[in-house]
């Protein structure tokens, strides 16, 4: 109870202010007259203290996830060390929790500053609403405050996105399977709300990495009224556009990493449902105008030069994607 403040200790302390406070009326009972009143008296207090060295333990360890300043961006977007570490030590209070309603109820400490944040998804009652419940509503919320601070250290905007989407999938998907305490704790309404910034955060990354490369393939217009050579030059602009962009996307997304496999897959569907029927449109009208009026071959070979992929080629190709190994375009 008087040792120095440790995060470490945390869960240790709590089992011993439970166990101290399980057996108090047992020791109350071993003694009469004074003597009962001077080990009451010394129970009790050890007790207090020890739920005083608690709560205190609890204020460091939030002080300590939003203060942790790193300026060092995870390589590939991928799960941050600190997520993994809260989420553990989060699952294990859960599991205390009625002790620590008791610790955090003897001390009024429950009144956290979460409802004004856009990460906390309310209380919902229930277990949600109580002591623990708050207290581990106030931790996620520093931890995601965090991460949202930690994002900007990513100069794409797409890398943005793929790391936001990595860490927030990891805690939900860790309170779904590992730490169902803890999934109580913060209320469905918490789950849900945070599942659905997942699709944010993938629709996102779509939009900043892919918007631009989709827009090189639309049928614009122009380029569909300008028959014959102009009409051409423009296709086989914006094929050799396409070509580059997919090239860069491909060196650099290959090092991006999405650690749990089912959403890279969901993540690698999502961009090949944008990609390839784009793509299968735009290749189907360059051939038809770069082959039209002739016969000699000429404009069928220019077809083939510019039109590089075929749609198995990209289809092998995002493959690759989120693997978190940076390839080159073979």
Excluded at 228 to 252: C, D, I, Q, V
């Amino acid at each position: 109870a008087m040792s120095t403040l440790a995060t470490e200790k945390l869960y240790r302390m709590l089992g011993m202010y439970e166990a101290l406070t399980a057996v108090e009326p047992d020791i109350e009972s071993l003694f009469t007259g004074d003597a009962r009143d001077f080990f009451s008296s010394e129970v009790a207090g050890v007790a207090a203290q020890l739920g005083s060295t608690i709560r205190h333990t609890i204020d460091q360890f939030v002080n300590v996830i939003h203060g942790e300043s790193s300026r060092r961006p995870v390589l590939g977007g991928e799960i941050h060390p600190m997520t993994r570490y809260v989420l553990n030590y989060c699952g294990l209070l859960a599991e205390c929790r009625a002790t620590l309603d008791m610790v955090l109820a003897d001390n009024n400490t429950s009144n956290h500053d979460t409802n004004d944040d856009d990460h906390d998804g309310g209380g919902g009652g229930g277990a949600s609403s109580t002591p623990s419940g708050r207290c581990m509503r106030e931790i996620l919320t520093h931890l995601l405050r965090n991460l949202d601070e930690k994002s900007r250290l990513y100069d794409d905007a797409g890398l943005k996105n793929i790391f936001l989407m990595n860490n927030i999938y990891y805690i939900v998907q860790k309170m779904m399977v590992e730490f169902p305490a803890l999934r109580e704790l913060l209320g469905d309404d918490w789950v849900r709300r945070h599942r659905g910034q997942i699709r944010q955060y993938e629709t996102g990354y779509l939009r900043a990495s892919w918007m631009s490369v989709l827009a090189s393939l639309r049928d614009d217009a122009a380029s569909a009224a300008a028959h014959g050579h102009g009409g051409r030059a423009a296709l086989k602009e914006k094929a050799r556009s396409f070509n580059a962009a997919f090239e860069e996307l491909y060196r650099s997304q290959t090092a991006w990493k999405v650690t749990d496999p089912q959403l890279r897959e969901e993540l690698r569907i999502a961009v090949s449902e944008r990609l390839i029927p784009a793509y299968r449109s735009f290749v189907g009208r360059s051939r038809q105008l770069l082959e039209s009026g002739s016969s000699s071959g000429r404009h069928s070979s220019s077809a083939a030069k510019h039109i590089k992929y075929s749609l198995e080629d990209l289809e092998d190709y995002m493959l690759d994607f989120f693997e978190g190994v940076q390839k080159f375009v073979r």
